[in-house]
Each structure stands twice: as structure tokens, then as C-alpha cells.
């Protein structure tokens, strides 16, 4: 097929680029002139883990909020795998997470529409249903984004159906969970922490923790983009096991092969402190050392029900936990990260 990739620079994005290329598909990105004009400099672009691409990949310059560009991206491919978001960056304005999470999200469809594409995937985040009172919960759980990231994914959710409906483009809605794999960076800190054993754990540490290794999301997109049936369809993407963070951080270290965290300290102080950091340094524009949402990693469970993908997609994660956290370990110690 003829695709269109965007978020190419980004983790999730460089990897399915790559994957896309390798069976074959005819790929094009579209690329903010800033970041360089080249896909294969992408920050999930793993250098030890395949050749590279056999066909040119075409690169159109241009940002998701200008429509003329994404008019062009979108011209003559059969799909749109829509990837880039503003994740959480600090002195942002809500206004700037709400143009590319959201308001882009109807230029996507309509462009895609128009250029002949038959189906959108867009990507968003099981982040929209927040912490999960009653694990595992699937895609019909209720919504409670907790930030303005979250948020913004979940009015880029609507945008994309009402786009649909619309338009009478298929579109189909995937929610990964945490992702992980060789070129994340965002689990760094965990994996850092525990290999060299210095994390701490807030609270009892019993919270639910869902993983996806970025092969499996990967394969996961591809089918909602392949598969008859997904058209219109919301899918949770998550690897094969949930465990407790207690338990993740365990296998982490058996993988690290050092001893498991063991200190546990209480939430509220951090999470006060947070706060007090968030509010200093906001009018700023500058990283916070420490703020809440952080302290939520501690706090908040996250474990989904992966039943409906895999039974009308065919989904099926091939990475175990043990296995994604060693090469992600390994390529971490290549990296001189750890």
C-alpha cells in the first residue's frame, strides 16, 4: 500500500516507519522542516536492528496545523497512520496541545478524504480513561483524562469520529498503553532507577502497570489499517501481562541482575511538593524537577482488557515482558544510558 506516517520523528512513529518500509509498503512522511528532512534520524530508529529500507521513503515538509501541507501528504495514499501529538512538554499553552492533538485531527480525515485515502488510524492513548477504579477495563470504560495532554487526545478522539461521520471515511481509533522498546526514552528513568539501584517506590507499590513493547503496537496498527472489520472501531493496544509496579520493577531488576527496590516512601509529601514546583516554575516555561503527574505513576492503576483486539483483529502481542525489558535494557547499555 501507499501510506502516510505521521509523527515519524518520534518513537512510535520511527519504528512503524520502518516496519511499513520492510513489508514492502510504499511509505511517505510528513516532517516539521525543523527536525531535518531525513525519517531514518528518527528517535525509534534502532541502528543494530535491521538494514535499511530497500525504496526512497518521501518526505513532505510541512506541520500538522497547516492544512496545505497535510493537503499534500495525504494526496493518493491508501492510509493514514496519524501518530504525531504533543505529549507533555513544560511553558506549553493548553491552546498549542489542543491544535495538533485535536483540532489537527479533522484536517487529517478531511485530507485524507479528499486525496483518496480509504481509512485514517489514528492514534491516541488509554490515558482518556485515567485511572481504572475497576481493572482491567476495555475500550467502553468511562472517560477521566487527568491533564490537559490526555485531554486534548480525547477531543482528538471525538474530532476523528465526527470527521468520519461526516466525511464517510474509515477511521479507526487504537489506545496504546505504556509503551516501551529500544529508542523510548520516556521508561528511561524507571529502568535507569532500578538497574542502578537507586528507585524509590511511593505507596505500597500494588497499583496495576499495562506495558506494550513497540513491536506489538506496531503490528497492532498495521491491522487496524488492514483489517475489513476495524473500520469505524476503537481498539486497546497493550502487551500480554499486567503486573503490579512492585512486580515490574522486580523483573526489571532481574533483567538488570541486581537486587529489587525495597524502600517505599509515602505519596503526600511529593505530591505536595509537586505541586509547589508546577506552580513556580510554570510562569516560567521551565521543567519542573518534580510535579504530580509524576507522583502519579505512583498512584494510579492501569491494566486493559485487550479481548475485543484480539478477537476481531487478530491481535496477538509476541513479546513478553522478561523478553521487552532485556532488549530495551540492552539497547539502553549500547546507548551508554545506563
Known amino acids: 500500500m501507499h501510506v502516510l506516517v505521521t509523527g515519524a520523528t518520534g518513537f512510535t512513529g520511527g519504528h512503524l516507519v520502518r516496519s511499513l518500509d520492510a513489508r514492502g509498503d510504499r511509505v511517505r512522511v510528513l516532517v516539521r522542516p525543523r527536525q531535518g528532512s531525513h525519517p531514518r534520524t528518527v528517535q525509534g ?5 535491521g538494514s535499511a529500507p530497500d525504496q526512497p521513503i518521501e518526505v513532505v515538509p510541512g506541520d500538522l496545523t497547516d492544512a496545505a501541507a497535510v493537503r499534500r501528504a495525504t494526496e493518493g495514499v491508501d492510509v493514514v497512520y496519524h501518530i504525531a501529538a504533543i505529549y507533555r512538554q513544560a511553558g506549553l499553552r493548553e491552546e498549542q496541545y489542543r491544535a495538533v492533538n485535536a483540532t489537527a485531527v479533522r484536517t487529517i480525515v478531511e485530507s485524507a478524504q479528499a486525496g483518496g485515502a480509504k481509512r485514517v488510524v489514528h492514534c491516541s492513548t488509554v490515558g482518556v480513561h485515567g ?3 475497576h ?3 476495555n475500550e467502553d470504560a468511562p472517560f477521566r483524562p ?3 495532554y490526555q485531554q486534548t487526545k480525547l477531543e482528538g478522539e471525538r474530532i476523528a469520529q ?7 471515511m474509515e477511521v479507526v481509533i487504537a489506545r496504546p498503553t505504556g509503551i516501551y522498546g529500544p529508542g523510548d526514552r520516556r521508561l528511561l528513568k524507571l529502568f535507569r532507577g532500578v538497574a542502578r539501584r537507586r528507585f524509590i517506590i511511593l505507596g505500597a507499590g500494588e497499583i496495576f502497570y499495562h506495558l506494550t513493547y513497540i513491536d506489538d503496537l506496531v503490528e497492532g496498527l498495521r491491522l487496524c489499517a488492514t483489517v475489513p472489520a476495524a473500520a469505524g472501531r476503537t481498539y486497546i493496544l497493550a502487551g500480554g501481562e499486567v503486573t503490579s509496579l512492585n512486580r515490574l520493577t522486580e523483573i526489571i531488576a532481574e533483567e538488570a541482575h541486581v537486587p529489587p527496590p525495597r524502600l517505599h516512601l509515602p505519596v503526600w509529601p511529593f505530591w505536595t511538593a509537586g505541586a509547589a514546583c508546577e506552580a513556580l516554575c510554570a510562569p516560567f516555561g521551565i521543567e519542573p524537577p518534580l510535579y504530580r503527574r509524576r507522583v502519579d505513576f505512583f498512584t494510579k492503576s492501569r491494566a486493559f482488557d485487550i479481548s475485543r483486539a484480539r478477537t476481531e483483529l487478530g491481535y ?9 525489558i ?6 539502553y547499555r549500547r546507548e551508554g544510558w545506563l
Not at 326 to 331: C, Q, S
Request: charge should be negative; proline fraction near 11%.
Open 135 to 137: 481493572p482491567p477495563a
Open 45 to 49: 530508529a534502532d541502528p543494530h536492528a
Open 316 to 324: 496477538a502481542p509476541g513479546i513478553g515482558l522478561h523478553e521487552g
Open 162 to 168: 465526527a470527521a468520519a461521520r461526516d466525511t464517510s
Open 131 to 133: 485511572d481504572i477504579e
Open 146 to 148: 487527568g491533564d490537559i
Open 326 to 331: 532485556r532488549r530495551t535494557l540492552e539497547w
